[in-house]
Protein backbone atom coordinates (compact mmCIF):
# COMPACT_ATOMS: atom_id res chain seq x y z
CA UNK A 1 0.00 0.00 0.00
CA UNK A 2 2.77 2.64 1.05
CA UNK A 3 4.53 1.68 -2.35
CA UNK A 4 1.87 2.21 -4.21
CA UNK A 5 1.48 5.65 -2.08
CA UNK A 6 4.79 6.14 -3.32
CA UNK A 7 4.83 5.43 -6.89
CA UNK A 8 1.22 8.20 -7.23
CA UNK A 9 3.02 10.90 -5.48
CA UNK A 10 5.96 10.34 -7.95
CA UNK A 11 3.56 10.17 -10.71
CA UNK A 12 2.07 13.60 -9.34
CA UNK A 13 5.16 15.47 -9.46
CA UNK A 14 5.83 13.82 -12.34
CA UNK A 15 2.60 15.33 -14.27
CA UNK A 16 3.02 18.98 -12.64
CA UNK A 17 6.89 19.37 -13.80
CA UNK A 18 5.20 18.28 -17.55
CA UNK A 19 2.51 21.08 -17.03
CA UNK A 20 5.23 23.16 -15.62
CA UNK A 21 7.09 23.06 -18.75
CA UNK A 22 4.42 23.39 -21.24
CA UNK A 23 3.15 26.20 -19.92
CA UNK A 24 6.27 27.96 -19.92
CA UNK A 25 7.00 26.85 -23.40
CA UNK A 26 3.30 28.29 -24.35
CA UNK A 27 4.35 31.26 -23.01
CA UNK A 28 7.42 31.56 -24.18
CA UNK A 29 5.75 30.75 -27.63
CA UNK A 30 3.43 33.43 -27.17
CA UNK A 31 5.97 35.98 -25.70
CA UNK A 32 8.16 35.59 -28.79
CA UNK A 33 5.39 35.87 -31.09
CA UNK A 34 4.17 39.66 -29.47
CA UNK A 35 7.84 40.53 -29.43
CA UNK A 36 7.69 39.53 -33.13
CA UNK A 37 4.64 41.12 -33.72
CA UNK A 38 5.93 44.63 -31.50
CA UNK A 39 9.44 44.56 -33.52
CA UNK A 40 6.63 44.30 -36.99
CA UNK A 41 4.45 47.26 -36.03
CA UNK A 42 8.18 49.23 -34.77
CA UNK A 43 9.35 48.64 -38.22
CA UNK A 44 6.15 48.97 -40.41
CA UNK A 45 5.70 52.46 -37.94
CA UNK A 46 9.21 53.09 -39.04
CA UNK A 47 8.54 52.89 -43.05
CA UNK A 48 5.19 54.98 -42.62
CA UNK A 49 7.03 57.66 -41.09
CA UNK A 50 10.07 57.34 -43.14
CA UNK A 51 7.22 57.47 -46.33
CA UNK A 52 5.72 60.52 -44.51
CA UNK A 53 8.96 62.53 -43.95
CA UNK A 54 10.37 61.34 -47.91
CA UNK A 55 7.24 63.15 -49.04
CA UNK A 56 7.63 66.09 -47.00
CA UNK A 57 10.84 66.42 -48.62
CA UNK A 58 9.38 65.93 -52.13
CA UNK A 59 7.29 68.61 -51.51
CA UNK A 60 9.93 70.93 -50.12
CA UNK A 61 11.41 70.93 -53.17
CA UNK A 62 8.54 71.74 -55.47
CA UNK A 63 8.24 74.38 -53.26
CA UNK A 64 11.62 75.73 -53.61
CA UNK A 65 11.56 75.07 -57.25
CA UNK A 66 8.36 77.12 -57.83
CA UNK A 67 9.94 79.60 -56.01
CA UNK A 68 13.00 79.85 -57.93
CA UNK A 69 10.48 79.92 -60.64
CA UNK A 70 8.66 82.85 -60.24
CA UNK A 71 11.98 84.67 -58.97
CA UNK A 72 13.59 84.21 -62.55
CA UNK A 73 10.05 85.96 -63.81
CA UNK A 74 9.88 88.39 -61.69
CA UNK A 75 13.31 89.09 -62.76
CA UNK A 76 12.15 89.55 -66.53
CA UNK A 77 13.75 86.70 -68.17
CA UNK A 78 11.29 83.95 -69.63
CA UNK A 79 14.42 81.64 -69.69
CA UNK A 80 13.62 78.53 -67.04
CA UNK A 81 16.01 76.87 -67.57
CA UNK A 82 18.98 75.29 -65.11
CA UNK A 83 16.93 75.78 -62.62
CA UNK A 84 17.16 72.57 -60.58
CA UNK A 85 18.44 71.04 -56.99
CA UNK A 86 20.57 68.16 -55.99
CA UNK A 87 20.75 66.42 -52.87
CA UNK A 88 19.79 69.61 -50.61
CA UNK A 89 18.75 69.25 -46.77
CA UNK A 90 15.51 69.10 -45.79
CA UNK A 91 17.06 69.70 -42.21
CA UNK A 92 20.08 71.33 -41.63
CA UNK A 93 20.40 70.11 -38.31
CA UNK A 94 19.76 66.80 -38.69
CA UNK A 95 20.89 66.26 -42.25
CA UNK A 96 18.97 63.05 -43.00
CA UNK A 97 16.11 63.97 -44.94
CA UNK A 98 17.07 65.40 -48.61
CA UNK A 99 15.42 66.59 -52.31
CA UNK A 100 16.27 67.40 -55.62
CA UNK A 101 14.46 69.12 -57.92
CA UNK A 102 13.85 69.86 -62.14
CA UNK A 103 12.40 72.13 -63.87
CA UNK A 104 10.97 71.75 -67.64
CA UNK A 105 9.61 73.97 -69.79
CA UNK A 106 6.78 72.70 -71.35
CA UNK A 107 5.95 75.58 -73.97
CA UNK A 108 5.51 79.45 -73.39
CA UNK A 109 3.45 79.72 -70.58
CA UNK A 110 3.67 76.34 -68.83
CA UNK A 111 6.23 74.36 -66.99
CA UNK A 112 6.64 71.05 -65.64
CA UNK A 113 8.39 70.60 -61.90
CA UNK A 114 9.87 66.94 -60.91
CA UNK A 115 11.26 66.61 -57.60
CA UNK A 116 11.88 63.85 -55.50
CA UNK A 117 12.24 62.76 -51.70
CA UNK A 118 15.30 61.13 -49.79
CA UNK A 119 15.48 59.52 -46.44
CA UNK A 120 16.25 56.32 -45.12
CA UNK A 121 15.16 53.57 -47.50
CA UNK A 122 12.20 55.61 -48.71
CA UNK A 123 11.68 57.43 -52.33
CA UNK A 124 9.05 59.47 -53.33
CA UNK A 125 8.86 61.57 -56.82
CA UNK A 126 6.07 63.99 -57.30
CA UNK A 127 5.59 66.24 -59.95
CA UNK A 128 3.31 69.65 -60.98
CA UNK A 129 1.92 71.15 -64.11
CA UNK A 130 2.68 75.09 -63.38
CA UNK A 131 0.87 77.99 -65.83
CA UNK A 132 1.77 81.08 -66.13
CA UNK A 133 -1.31 83.87 -64.75
CA UNK A 134 -1.90 87.00 -63.54
CA UNK A 135 -1.23 87.80 -60.12
CA UNK A 136 -4.34 89.97 -60.05
CA UNK A 137 -6.12 86.80 -60.83
CA UNK A 138 -6.04 86.62 -56.71
CA UNK A 139 -8.07 90.09 -56.87
CA UNK A 140 -7.84 90.89 -52.96
CA UNK A 141 -5.45 88.76 -51.37
CA UNK A 142 -4.22 89.29 -47.87
CA UNK A 143 -1.65 86.66 -46.80
CA UNK A 144 -2.49 86.64 -42.93
CA UNK A 145 -5.90 88.84 -42.54
CA UNK A 146 -8.83 90.52 -43.81
CA UNK A 147 -11.65 92.35 -43.36
CA UNK A 148 -14.30 93.91 -44.38
CA UNK A 149 -16.38 96.63 -43.10
CA UNK A 150 -20.38 96.83 -42.78
CA UNK A 151 -22.55 97.47 -45.62
CA UNK A 152 -19.39 96.89 -48.13
CA UNK A 153 -20.84 95.75 -51.53
CA UNK A 154 -18.70 93.47 -53.62
CA UNK A 155 -18.92 92.48 -57.60
CA UNK A 156 -16.74 92.19 -60.84
CA UNK A 157 -16.46 94.88 -63.88
CA UNK A 158 -17.75 94.36 -66.51
CA UNK A 159 -20.23 92.19 -64.97
CA UNK A 160 -19.70 90.35 -68.34
CA UNK A 161 -16.37 89.02 -67.94
CA UNK A 162 -17.44 85.39 -66.40
CA UNK A 163 -15.09 86.29 -63.14
CA UNK A 164 -16.24 85.82 -59.86
CA UNK A 165 -15.82 87.86 -57.27
CA UNK A 166 -13.07 86.65 -54.89
CA UNK A 167 -11.06 87.11 -51.19
CA UNK A 168 -8.53 85.02 -50.08
CA UNK A 169 -5.70 84.58 -47.33
CA UNK A 170 -3.53 81.81 -46.69
CA UNK A 171 -3.87 82.08 -42.83
CA UNK A 172 -5.67 79.23 -41.35
CA UNK A 173 -5.73 80.79 -38.10
CA UNK A 174 -9.40 81.42 -36.32
CA UNK A 175 -11.07 84.67 -37.54
CA UNK A 176 -8.31 85.12 -40.07
CA UNK A 177 -11.48 86.56 -41.98
CA UNK A 178 -13.54 88.84 -40.36
CA UNK A 179 -16.85 90.16 -42.32
CA UNK A 180 -18.75 92.76 -40.03
CA UNK A 181 -22.70 92.99 -40.07
CA UNK A 182 -24.61 94.02 -42.14
CA UNK A 183 -22.52 92.86 -45.12
CA UNK A 184 -23.69 90.50 -48.15
CA UNK A 185 -21.24 89.24 -49.70
CA UNK A 186 -21.70 87.64 -53.08
CA UNK A 187 -18.36 85.88 -54.19
CA UNK A 188 -16.02 83.07 -52.92
CA UNK A 189 -14.06 83.09 -49.39
CA UNK A 190 -10.77 81.04 -50.12
CA UNK A 191 -8.65 80.09 -46.72
CA UNK A 192 -5.44 79.03 -46.42
CA UNK A 193 -4.40 75.17 -47.52
CA UNK A 194 -5.31 73.21 -44.28
CA UNK A 195 -7.73 75.77 -43.21
CA UNK A 196 -11.42 75.37 -41.75
CA UNK A 197 -13.54 77.63 -43.32
CA UNK A 198 -16.05 77.31 -40.14
CA UNK A 199 -12.92 78.51 -38.19
CA UNK A 200 -10.87 80.91 -40.20
CA UNK A 201 -14.16 82.92 -41.34
CA UNK A 202 -16.04 85.18 -38.69
CA UNK A 203 -19.08 86.37 -40.05
CA UNK A 204 -21.67 88.26 -37.92
CA UNK A 205 -25.25 86.76 -38.20
CA UNK A 206 -26.14 89.76 -39.83
CA UNK A 207 -24.18 89.47 -42.87
CA UNK A 208 -24.06 87.03 -45.78
CA UNK A 209 -22.28 84.63 -48.04
CA UNK A 210 -23.55 84.01 -51.04
CA UNK A 211 -20.76 82.11 -52.24
CA UNK A 212 -18.65 79.04 -51.92
CA UNK A 213 -16.19 79.15 -48.87
CA UNK A 214 -12.72 76.83 -49.14
CA UNK A 215 -9.10 76.13 -48.15
CA UNK A 216 -7.37 76.77 -50.89
CA UNK A 217 -4.69 73.69 -52.33
CA UNK A 218 -1.33 75.09 -51.84
CA UNK A 219 0.14 79.03 -50.41
CA UNK A 220 0.66 81.50 -52.64
CA UNK A 221 4.44 82.94 -52.90
CA UNK A 222 4.79 86.83 -54.47
CA UNK A 223 8.33 88.14 -54.60
CA UNK A 224 8.52 91.23 -54.99
CA UNK A 225 8.77 93.44 -58.34
CA UNK A 226 12.04 94.20 -59.22
CA UNK A 227 12.66 98.21 -59.65
CA UNK A 228 13.36 99.96 -63.07
CA UNK A 229 17.04 101.58 -62.83
CA UNK A 230 16.41 105.15 -63.57
CA UNK A 231 18.28 108.08 -62.72
CA UNK A 232 17.65 110.89 -60.50
CA UNK A 233 15.06 113.24 -61.43
CA UNK A 234 13.52 116.46 -60.25
CA UNK A 235 9.77 117.62 -60.21
CA UNK A 236 8.72 119.48 -63.12
CA UNK A 237 7.76 123.10 -62.53
CA UNK A 238 4.30 123.78 -60.72
CA UNK A 239 2.04 126.13 -62.80
CA UNK A 240 -1.12 127.09 -61.33
CA UNK A 241 -0.54 124.80 -58.60
CA UNK A 242 -0.45 121.99 -60.89
CA UNK A 243 2.49 119.93 -61.99
CA UNK A 244 2.77 118.10 -64.96
CA UNK A 245 4.59 115.25 -65.02
CA UNK A 246 4.86 114.17 -69.39
CA UNK A 247 5.73 110.44 -70.44
CA UNK A 248 8.72 108.80 -68.79
CA UNK A 249 10.71 106.97 -66.65
CA UNK A 250 11.76 109.18 -63.15
CA UNK A 251 13.66 108.72 -60.13
CA UNK A 252 12.32 111.33 -57.97
CA UNK A 253 12.72 111.73 -53.87
CA UNK A 254 10.17 111.57 -51.31
CA UNK A 255 7.18 113.07 -52.85
CA UNK A 256 4.61 114.87 -51.05
CA UNK A 257 1.31 116.48 -52.23
CA UNK A 258 0.42 119.60 -49.84
CA UNK A 259 -3.09 120.89 -49.90
CA UNK A 260 -4.87 122.45 -52.90
CA UNK A 261 -1.32 120.80 -55.11
CA UNK A 262 -1.81 118.98 -57.61
CA UNK A 263 -0.21 116.32 -59.82
CA UNK A 264 -1.20 115.52 -63.63
CA UNK A 265 0.01 112.04 -64.89
CA UNK A 266 0.30 112.84 -69.14
CA UNK A 267 0.83 109.76 -71.21
CA UNK A 268 2.91 106.93 -69.79
CA UNK A 269 4.73 107.51 -66.65
CA UNK A 270 7.23 105.08 -64.44
CA UNK A 271 8.03 106.14 -61.20
CA UNK A 272 10.73 105.49 -58.37
CA UNK A 273 10.37 106.69 -55.28
CA UNK A 274 10.84 106.70 -51.50
CA UNK A 275 8.14 107.59 -50.12
CA UNK A 276 4.84 109.23 -51.44
CA UNK A 277 2.02 110.99 -49.49
CA UNK A 278 -0.99 113.12 -50.57
CA UNK A 279 -2.20 115.34 -47.83
CA UNK A 280 -5.81 116.29 -47.05
CA UNK A 281 -6.59 118.66 -50.37
CA UNK A 282 -3.88 117.28 -52.44
CA UNK A 283 -4.79 115.50 -55.59
CA UNK A 284 -3.00 113.07 -58.35
CA UNK A 285 -4.50 112.54 -61.34
CA UNK A 286 -4.35 110.19 -64.51
CA UNK A 287 -5.47 111.96 -67.70
CA UNK A 288 -7.39 110.22 -70.40
CA UNK A 289 -4.59 107.69 -72.41
CA UNK A 290 -1.96 108.27 -69.55
CA UNK A 291 -0.90 105.52 -67.24
CA UNK A 292 0.98 105.30 -64.01
CA UNK A 293 3.41 102.71 -62.80
CA UNK A 294 4.68 103.85 -59.59
CA UNK A 295 7.50 102.15 -57.35
CA UNK A 296 7.29 102.66 -53.37
CA UNK A 297 10.44 102.09 -51.52
CA UNK A 298 8.45 102.89 -48.59
CA UNK A 299 4.73 103.71 -47.89
CA UNK A 300 2.06 104.83 -49.68
CA UNK A 301 -0.48 107.15 -47.76
CA UNK A 302 -3.44 108.94 -49.43
CA UNK A 303 -4.87 111.05 -46.50
CA UNK A 304 -8.90 111.77 -45.51
CA UNK A 305 -10.00 114.63 -47.66
CA UNK A 306 -7.50 113.12 -50.55
CA UNK A 307 -8.19 112.97 -54.30
CA UNK A 308 -6.93 110.34 -56.90
CA UNK A 309 -8.44 110.57 -59.94
CA UNK A 310 -8.38 107.98 -63.15
CA UNK A 311 -9.46 109.40 -66.36
CA UNK A 312 -9.79 106.28 -68.44
CA UNK A 313 -11.56 104.39 -65.28
CA UNK A 314 -9.01 101.46 -65.84
CA UNK A 315 -7.52 100.07 -63.27
CA UNK A 316 -4.57 99.19 -65.49
CA UNK A 317 -3.58 102.72 -65.63
CA UNK A 318 -2.56 102.89 -62.19
CA UNK A 319 -0.63 99.91 -60.33
CA UNK A 320 1.71 100.95 -57.33
CA UNK A 321 4.12 98.41 -56.54
CA UNK A 322 5.77 98.40 -53.08
CA UNK A 323 9.11 97.05 -52.04
CA UNK A 324 9.55 94.87 -49.02
CA UNK A 325 10.21 98.26 -47.42
CA UNK A 326 6.78 99.00 -47.92
CA UNK A 327 4.90 98.37 -45.01
CA UNK A 328 1.62 100.64 -45.10
CA UNK A 329 -1.03 101.47 -47.89
CA UNK A 330 -3.18 103.79 -46.89
CA UNK A 331 -6.41 105.08 -49.66
CA UNK A 332 -8.84 107.46 -47.37
CA UNK A 333 -9.49 108.70 -51.28
CA UNK A 334 -12.54 111.28 -51.90
CA UNK A 335 -14.55 109.68 -54.41
CA UNK A 336 -13.92 106.16 -56.30
CA UNK A 337 -10.88 104.59 -56.98
CA UNK A 338 -9.76 102.95 -59.73
CA UNK A 339 -6.18 101.37 -59.31
CA UNK A 340 -3.95 97.74 -58.75
CA UNK A 341 -1.61 97.55 -55.62
CA UNK A 342 0.92 94.98 -55.15
CA UNK A 343 2.88 95.11 -52.05
CA UNK A 344 3.42 91.87 -50.41
CA UNK A 345 4.80 93.13 -47.05
CA UNK A 346 2.23 95.95 -46.43
CA UNK A 347 -0.78 96.62 -44.51
CA UNK A 348 -3.51 97.83 -46.74
CA UNK A 349 -6.29 99.90 -45.33
CA UNK A 350 -9.29 101.25 -47.84
CA UNK A 351 -11.36 103.95 -46.65
CA UNK A 352 -12.84 105.42 -49.35
CA UNK A 353 -16.14 107.26 -49.60
CA UNK A 354 -16.67 106.37 -52.96
CA UNK A 355 -15.83 102.68 -55.01
CA UNK A 356 -12.43 100.61 -54.98
CA UNK A 357 -12.12 99.11 -58.32
CA UNK A 358 -9.11 97.12 -59.17
CA UNK A 359 -7.07 94.09 -56.75
CA UNK A 360 -5.19 94.76 -53.89
CA UNK A 361 -2.29 92.27 -52.92
CA UNK A 362 -0.89 92.60 -49.63
CA UNK A 363 0.35 91.16 -46.13
CA UNK A 364 -3.54 91.98 -44.62
CA UNK A 365 -6.81 93.79 -46.45
CA UNK A 366 -8.61 96.07 -43.82
CA UNK A 367 -11.84 97.31 -45.58
CA UNK A 368 -12.86 100.46 -43.78
CA UNK A 369 -15.32 102.31 -46.61
CA UNK A 370 -19.39 101.52 -46.97
CA UNK A 371 -18.62 101.74 -50.93
CA UNK A 372 -18.34 98.75 -53.65
CA UNK A 373 -15.16 96.85 -53.44
CA UNK A 374 -14.92 96.00 -56.85
CA UNK A 375 -12.21 93.66 -59.29
CA UNK A 376 -11.37 95.15 -62.76
CA UNK A 377 -11.50 91.72 -64.88
CA UNK A 378 -9.17 93.97 -67.36
CA UNK A 379 -6.49 93.18 -65.22
CA UNK A 380 -6.35 89.46 -65.29
CA UNK A 381 -4.25 89.28 -68.48
CA UNK A 382 -1.06 86.63 -67.86
CA UNK A 383 0.71 87.51 -70.59
CA UNK A 384 1.33 91.58 -69.24
CA UNK A 385 3.24 91.75 -65.80
CA UNK A 386 2.99 90.97 -63.59
CA UNK A 387 2.86 87.66 -63.61
CA UNK A 388 3.62 84.36 -62.04
CA UNK A 389 3.74 80.72 -61.95
CA UNK A 390 1.40 78.56 -60.04
CA UNK A 391 0.32 75.34 -59.92
CA UNK A 392 -2.89 74.08 -62.01
CA UNK A 393 -2.35 69.97 -60.92
CA UNK A 394 0.12 67.90 -58.71
CA UNK A 395 0.50 64.29 -58.61
CA UNK A 396 2.85 61.74 -57.24
CA UNK A 397 4.32 58.98 -58.98
CA UNK A 398 4.00 55.00 -57.72
CA UNK A 399 7.11 54.01 -57.36
Known sequence: MNKRRKSFKKCERGSIVGLVLVIGVCLAIIGWGMLRMGFGSRVISSQNNSTVVAREAADAGLTEALHLLNQRLFSGSMDFSGINGSDVQLNPAYSQPTYSYAVEPNGIATVLIHSTGYYRDQVKKVHALSTLASIWDNQFYGEFSIEIGSYAGVGVVPPDSGIAFSVRTDSDDPGAIKLHPNLEFNGAVIVGPGGDPDVVISDKSSSIINGPTYAASEYLDFPYKPVPEVGASTLPPSSGGITTIPAGMYGFPPISIGNSEKIYIDGEVTIVTNSFDIKNGGEIRILTGGSLALYVDGNFIADNGSYIYNDDMQAARMKIYGSENCTKVEIKNS????????????????????????????????????????????????????SYFSIQRWWEEAI
Open 335 to 386: GDFWGAIYAPNAALEIKNTGDYIGSFIGSSIDVKNSGQLIFDATLSNPVEEP
